[in-house]
């Protein structure tokens, strides 16, 4: 199943019915796998948010060192040619990941994981249930991840995974929503790119409520200094525009400021979209650039860990 939510961008004023509650048994442990880039402890507040839903939670344990392990793709052929495949390269991560799952098992009880994975987090997450199985795990949430390989043929596009999203497309397992398995796939709405040079249909920049209190605030556009500035289509829009062009071979659509809304979304997965929200937790602030860990986004899907 495939459905698309786009929630308000007026400070997540929307709520669930979920709330905090105190840690319980009968909730499935989550394991968070961090994005490129990322370590550990960037996930650190989002864990002790988890945790205050009553979700024990397991962090992978990768250090911003250790993605320098991904150079040992340079000497493959593969890379060169743009088929590279997951493994070995790749190798390091996934025994991370095993290592917190097994952690998360002992927290289990005898139940299901929910592995939670950010950017590429979450496609390393399916490449993990296709090499070591998935019988552990009930539940795929990924945030802000590029799912799907760049387009070919689009000038100017080059693989920045010199081949592992489209290994990823044609041999892990395609997302399913049923009571067995459930794939949840979360894409921000941060800011809309723009082409480099012509015309662009860009809309606005980062949206914020100017008064968070007020129900019918005032929008104001927000730059990467937090001053305001018009919604014409600037250098911040047409760089970022940029960088989504490299994801999905188009500059001017919306996405979290690295990923775009399009390659962040599955066929078969039960596919929200949240307005308003920032890719990483490197550089957020919740109150002007919340990003998917931000305690009001994660009221928003907060529900998938509890059902």
């Known amino acids: 199943m495939a459905m698309a939510l786009a929630l308000a961008p007026s400070f997540f004023k929307l709520h669930c019915s979920s709330s905090p509650t105190n840690p319980t048994s009968t909730i499935r442990p989550a394991v968070i796998l961090p994005g ?147 794939y949840v796939c979360i894409a921000g709405r941060y800011i809309q790119g723009a082409r480099f040079v012509g015309d662009s249909n860009v809309e606005a920049k980062s949206m914020v409520p100017a008064e968070n209190d007020h129900p019918t605030a005032e929008a104001v556009l927000v730059n990467d200094l937090g001053i305001s500035t018009s919604t014409s289509p600037g250098f911040r829009a047409r760089f970022v525009g940029q960088g989504y062009k490299q994801v999905c071979g188009q500059a001017d659509v919306w996405g979290d400021g690295v990923v775009p809304e399009v390659s962040a979304h599955l066929d078969g997965a039960f596919n929200i979209s949240l307005d308003g929200v920032y890719h990483s937790p490197v550089g957020s602030e919740d109150e002007l650039r919340p990003w998917y860990g931000t305690p009001a986004v994660v009221e928003q899907w907060i529900h998938h860990l509890l059902d």
């Not at 593969?78 to 917190?100: H, M």
């Not at 693989?159 to 997302?175: P, S």
């Open 36 to 182: 490129l880039g990322n370590n550990t402890g960037d996930y650190q507040k989002l864990e002790l948010t988890l945790q205050e839903y009553g979700v024990p939670t397991v962090i992978a344990k990768v250090s911003r060192f250790d993605w320098l392990r991904n150079a040992a793709g340079l000497v493959d052929p593969n890379y060169w040619s743009g088929s590279l495949r997951p493994r070995p390269v790749l190798d390091w991560y996934l025994k991370r990941i095993d290592e917190a799952v097994q952690e998360a098992k002992e927290l289990a009880q005898g139940q299901t994981l929910s592995l939670i994975g950010h950017s590429a987090g979450g496609w390393l997450a399916r490449v993990y249930m296709e090499e070591f199985g998935q019988l552990d795990v009930s539940l795929l949430l990924t945030l802000g991840t590029p799912h799907l390989p760049p387009p070919k043929g689009v000038p100017g596009v080059i693989d920045q995974t010199r081949g592992l999203l489209y290994y990823v497309e044609k041999h892990c397992k395609k997302a399913v929503y049923t009571p067995e398995l459930r």
